[in-house]
Structure formats: C-alpha cells, structure tokens
C-alpha cells in the first residue's frame, strides 16, 4: 500500500550471499512484521518488532520508528530463502491490529 | 498443532453466484482478518473481527460480508459474485487485537470468478 514502500521489488542473490530488503513508511508505525510467502503461496511469519532489532538464524530484522523504516537481513542465503517477502505495518493513527501490507520484494536465491 | 485452515483450497464460480469461503483456527485466538492478495497490490485487508459478532470494516469491504458466530470461525460471503473479486484470499488470526501479537495465516483459497 502506499503507507509502506518496500525495497527492491526483486533481488536475485547467489547462495552464501547477503543483501537487505528495506520497508519505508510514510506515517507514524507502531509495530511492524515481516512475512515470507513461499512459491506455494503461504505465508509465514519472521519477526515482529515494535522497535530494535531481532534475529534469527540467517536472518536480522530492524525497526526505527523515529526514521520510519524497517529492514531484514538475509545472511549466507540458501536456496529455502527464495520467496516474496512482505513487511506489514500497524500505523500509529490505527485501532487495534490493521496491518498495511508493502507490495513485496520478490527474492530469488540462485545456486 | 497451531493451524488455520481454509476451505475450499480452489474455486470457480460464474458471475452473480453466491460464494462462502469458510476460514477455522484452532488457537482460540480472539481477532480474525480476511485479506486478498493481487498481484502488485499486496495484501488488503477485507474485514476484521475481534470476537463473536464483532466484526469490523478494513481497507476494502466493498461487495463482502462476513460471518463469525463461533470464535474458531470466520467466513467470508460474496453475495453475487463480480469478475473483479477473482483473487487470492487468505485467512488470518491472532491471539488479540492488541498490535503486538503476530498474524497467522491460512493457506490461501484462490477463487476464480467466470
């Protein structure tokens, strides 16, 4: 949506590369998630942060919500990375759980 | 084992059909969402509801009603169905409206509208 601008569209990365995927916002956030969605179409989610950064495995997430952006870290890729990746906001101005999808940056993890 | 699961998994329907899209979890999670993925757009969230019969409007619910009278059910109804509600559409819960608490999402059901 256009509450959150996420970046690259696309991203092919050769295994045991790295590379970061970025989500900008344009209001006030108050949490934000990232998902993947695997070639089967479902969607799993990586981490939610409400601010910091979290980690797990291969993969690192940030949230500055001073600087309204987010970003995930994909380490050492594997081809299991491959996907499209969402980040999803809950902007400040929003009751309860609404979260506002980016339109997704698709990754492709080659051998 | 955490699960939400859609029915039906593939759809095709002709104009003016009703259709019921029928979404369970078996978490005892209060809040429910509808969203439909198109390509380019995202996700956009259809409607909300945080209990039984409470349920709320998001981005795009327009041409959608939904139904929630058990709190591990929500469904999604499309009274005459339009060629423009062919989409992707997932199913999510969580544990409370509250905005910490992580989505879970279904399968998806792609529903195709002839």
């Known amino acids: 949506g256009d509450q959150v601008e996420q970046s690259p569209s696309a991203l092919s990365l050769h295994e045991g590369t790295s590379s970061a995927l970025r989500c900008n916002f344009t209001t006030t956030t108050r949490s934000v998630q990232w998902f993947r969605q695997n070639s089967r179409g479902s969607l799993i989610n990586l981490f939610y942060l409400a601010s910091g950064t979290k980690e797990n495995g291969r993969l690192k997430s940030a949230f500055d919500s001073k600087e309204l952006y987010s970003t995930l870290h994909i380490r050492d890729a594997q081809l299991e990375d491959s996907g499209t990746y969402f980040c999803a906001a809950v902007p400040g101005n929003s009751a309860g759980n609404k979260l506002t999808f980016g339109i997704g940056t698709r990754v492709l993890v080659r051998p | 084992d955490m699960k939400v699961t859609q029915m039906p998994r593939y759809l095709i329907k002709r104009m003016g059909e009703n259709v019921l899209l029928e979404c369970g979890q078996d978490?005892?999670?209060?809040?429910m969402y509808w969203y439909r993925q198109d390509p380019g757009l995202g996700l956009q969230l259809i409607y909300i509801?945080?209990?039984?019969?409470?349920?709320s409007e998001g981005d795009i619910p327009k041409g959608y009603r939904v139904s929630r009278k058990k709190r591990e059910h929500f469904s999604l109804i499309l009274d005459s169905a339009k060629t423009n509600q062919t989409s992707v559409y997932f199913c999510a819960s969580s544990l409370s409206p509250n905005s910490q608490n992580t989505l879970y999402f279904g399968a998806g059901t792609r529903l195709s509208v002839l």
């Open positions: 509801s945080y209990d039984v019969d409470s349920n």
């Open positions: 978490m005892s999670h209060e809040t």
